[in-house]
């Protein structure tokens, strides 16, 4: 192939602890190489991270701004795929994921979002006895939805698109690592993306139904999401925990409050994209 078909951008900010991990499991994908690069969007530099970057030809872009979506823009700019996922540093990709992808938008050419299921793990890397965050509520597994049919069927009871397609899958807009979008859609909110601090999923999730076409929902769990004490999981996990036990603790109300407010921030600046 000229060009790969799948860009797949990997996002660290100050964390070096699980990024070889998530790097790692890009070189074990069964697809194969031609079809699909790499670029690594980081604001550190790490030897081990850097040798396997190195070693598979993979583009290290440096990119010290907190704003995810910035450093997202930045992998944006630096990518040639039609079809662009995602790949936080604490996450992983099953050996397949890429593969699935790759299947699924070359079956359907209006395809515009695809999202698989979640393993959750913890710190080390143990699997979790947890449900995944995204299922499938009807039609069994995969789906594919056509949005633009959704979209008259919103108009007719009187109803946000977003709201009957969260309906049909929980959590459709859940983990940067688990989705994956057609090029046009990013770029042409590009200057929305500026603005997110977080919320990449949130933004990707509400594009795409602006976009119309068809979104693929799969219950296959492609992705192992990293619950640790650095992401919002982890805390919200733990704040219900405490409060079952009546230990409610002053610095879980303030982090959980911080992150709710954030991800509100980032669910109405999504929003606009739908005007």
């Known amino acids: 192939m000229d060009r790969p078909y799948i860009s797949v951008i990997v996002t660290a900010y100050n964390r070096r602890g699980y990024l070889s991990s998530a790097l790692r499991s890009i070189e074990a994908q069964t697809l194969q190489r031609d079809r699909f690069e790499v670029i690594v969007v980081k604001n550190f530099e790490d030897k081990e991270s850097d040798d396997i970057i ?64 979640q393993t959750i793990i913890d710190d080390n890397g143990n699997v979790l006895e947890r449900p995944p965050r995204s299922k499938n509520l009807v039609g069994g ?35 940067n690592s688990s989705v994956a979008v057609r090029r046009h859609v990013v770029e042409s909110h590009a200057q929305l993306l500026k603005r997110l601090p977080a919320g990449i999923d949130n933004f990707v999730f509400v594009s795409s ?63 606009s994209a739908t005007r």
């Open 141 to 175: 597994s995969p789906i594919v939805i056509d949005v633009d049919k959704l979209q008259m069927l919103a108009k007719k009871y009187g109803m946000s698109t977003v709201d009957i397609t969260l309906k049909i899958r929980v959590g459709a807009d859940f983990n």
């Open 54 to 117: 190195s070693r598979n030809g993979w583009k290290d872009v440096y990119n010290d701004d907190p704003y995810h979506g910035r450093m997202v823009l930045a992998g944006l700019e630096e990518s040639k795929g039609e079809v662009i996922t995602f790949l936080d540093d604490d996450d992983m990709y099953v050996n397949s994921r890429l593969e699935e992808v790759y299947k699924a938008f070359t079956s359907y050419d209006r395809l515009v979002y695809f999202q698989n299921s």
């Open 209 to 271: 139904l602006k976009a119309g076409g068809l979104m693929y929902f799969t219950d296959e769990r492609l992705t192992f999401y990293r619950v640790h004490e650095e992401n919002w999981t982890y805390y919200a996990w733990s704040y219900y925990a405490h409060v079952a036990k009546g230990e409610i603790n002053e610095m879980y109300l303030r982090r959980v409050s911080a992150r709710l407010q954030s991800i509100n921030a980032c669910r109405l600046m999504c929003s």
